[in-house]
């Protein structure tokens, strides 16, 4: 693979775009569950990036090396539209569970008051806690333990 600044004398094609370059940066996105990654040669800067519609198989993550067991959420999509939902206030990993071998923060049925922990969302290897921002019941959850969110993606519904 060749950098921008590396290629042939030939300048008649100077805005062309390293096609090996963008093939092996969408492999690396796709690879490491990224939605974006960004390259940058001297003047050159190419940015890959790719929209989550459905949720990916959970990626692995520093923070939880053990294996997390996928399971289905726990609620209809036409709940991440109630105006209960929790949406996410950043990018990054949704964990249910402190740790992998610890019970869940809430699970369906679950009441909750306002500021009860509800799961933990890491972003650049800080942990953020997602907190209820109204007192109810946990109605559905709409995430699974490791899986990648996105800003302002439902999280869970609160009745």
Known sequence: ???PGEKPADNSNSAAVDTELV???AKIVTRLGLSEIEFAHGDFKI???RQ???AP???ASLAAPQ???ASAPQTSAPAAESPGAVKSPMVGTAYLRSAPDAAPFVEIGARVKIGDKLLLVEAMKTFNEI???RAGTVTGILVQDGQPVEYGQPLLVIE
Do not use: G
């Open 1 to 3: 693979m060749k950098y």
């Open 47 to 49: 940015r890959v990036a």
């Open 52 to 54: 989550l519609t459905a």
């Open 67 to 69: 294996p997390v067991p």
């Open 23 to 25: 093939e092996a940066l």
């Open 131 to 133: 907190v209820a921002p």
């Open 57 to 59: 198989a959970p990626a």
